[in-house]
């Protein structure tokens, strides 16, 4: 079985956050991360692909193969973190990020390009097939090939040679140490400081006996040498992240947000009534802490009994106007010890920011949106109802529109 390491050198992201009612009781913050879909498709192609390279490619197990290849992707070459970016991160995970496919001690990178053609490039797999801490890197993959292709295609020829090179896609060891032309050979250190390069060879033997002659640095050109055509892949995706119309990917995202906020639609109240709700619930088993003591036995609880529930929730049906002016009542008429929370029963995508936006600037309060479980629990049957508690039960006071105009007459 080939194995290859492909090393993928970018990690380049633009996020957006979107503005939001709040976190606790309905609509929560999101962060969208727009990575460079060019990129993010190659990367999941490795997977597609492989059913649709089946007639190219030779056995079931070069389908595994490449699939496998898309879940080994390894960042390299990138710097490492300011301290107050890792402060908080765990030792453990900030070593393993800094494993270098080839080992941990000196390396021997032989940098290569499509432009030598696949004979060359099948000669250099099958010299160093074995060779331990050796790896053949590529800058990046040629104009108009996908990443999906460009692995298949060095994949056919790891196939002819049974090698077991690691083929590495570093563009950011060709900027370190300035290769324009291949084949480059570097013997570089754990830390990226180059130790000894040679231009124009392949020859790990020359090489290794030019540095136990004392020689390092660059030993300038040996051989003949051939240009490289593919496009730095950092600088791709630095073109492409710049051409995203980041304005209207935002757009797109918050006007398609409330596409996903379902809410939990209610049928209208037609008559008022009030309705006492248990508040207990069961606990199945008993509650311990740490030591093992009992916290609260198994059997019924009253939350109630323990702590008062400071509460008034509206929930409302936003697209009826006088069911708002009804939340604006009860905000305006609760007491200092009751928090007033307004829930919307749904937002409809057509509406969206606007009536949402509409409504808090309406209330002068936050707007947020009434989950199911919420629901379920108060037994919230019908919009509007306003919920309050008293020493063992939730209040359930359900509004008819009728009720709420004929109050707003006789006030008037």
């Known amino acids: 079985m080939v194995k290859m390491n492909l090393a993928l050198s970018i990690a380049l992201a633009m996020s957006c956050t979107l503005a939001h009612a709040g976190d606790d009781l309905g609509i929560k913050k999101y962060d969208l991360k727009d990575l460079d879909p060019a990129l993010v498709d190659q990367a999941k192609q490795l997977s597609n692909s492989a059913k649709a390279n089946s007639s190219a490619e030779s056995n079931s197990e070069d389908m595994r193969w490449i699939s496998d290849m898309a879940s080994r992707v390894v960042p390299q070459g990138l710097d490492e973190p300011e301290p107050e970016q890792t402060a908080e991160v765990p030792q453990e995970a900030l070593d393993r990020e800094k494993k270098h496919p080839l080992g941990e001690g000196n390396r021997t990178l032989i940098f290569v390009s499509w432009s030598m053609g696949a004979a060359a490039l ?73 130790i000894a390069m040679a231009t124009g060879s392949s020859s790990v033997t020359y090489i290794e006996s030019a540095i136990k002659e004392g020689k390092t640095g660059d030993l300038g050109t040996i051989g003949t040498t051939s240009e490289v055509i593919e496009p730095d892949l950092m600088e791709v995706a630095k073109q492409r992240i710049e051409a995203l119309d980041t304005e209207a990917m935002k757009q797109r995202a918050i006007t398609s947000f409330w596409d996903n906020q379902k809410g939990h639609p209610l049928p209208p109240v037609i008559e008022s009534a009030t309705r006492l709700v248990d508040a207990s619930v069961i606990i199945p088993q008993d509650i311990l802490d740490n030591s093992g003591n009992v916290v609260q036995k198994a059997g019924r609880i009253n939350p109630l009994d323990i702590m008062p529930f400071d509460q008034k929730l509206v929930v409302i049906d936003p697209t009826q106007p006088w069911q708002v002016e009804l939340a604006k009542r009860e905000y305006a008429e609760h007491s200092k010890s009751l928090t007033v929370t307004v829930m919307a029963t749904q937002i409809p995508p057509s509406s969206g920011w606007d009536l949402f936006n509409g409504i808090q600037d309406a209330l002068d309060a936050p707007l947020y949106v009434l989950p199911p479980d919420m629901a379920e629990r108060f037994q919230i049957l019908r919009a509007p109802s306003v919920v309050t508690a008293d020493d063992k039960n939730f209040i359930v006071r359900e509004v008819a529109r009728t009720t709420f105009e004929g109050d707003n007459s006789n006030a008037q």
């Open 122 to 194: 099948k000669d250099i797999l099958a010299s160093f097939d074995g060779f331990p801490a050796v790896g053949i890197v590529f800058r990046g993959i040629p104009d108009g090939m996908s990443m999906a292709d460009a692995v298949s295609k060095m994949h056919m020829l790891t196939q002819e040679t049974q090698s077991t090179v690691s083929v590495l896609l570093d563009p950011l060891a060709f900027q370190r140490h300035g290769i324009s032309a291949v084949p480059s050979i570097v013997v570089e250190s754990p830390s990226n400081k180059l």
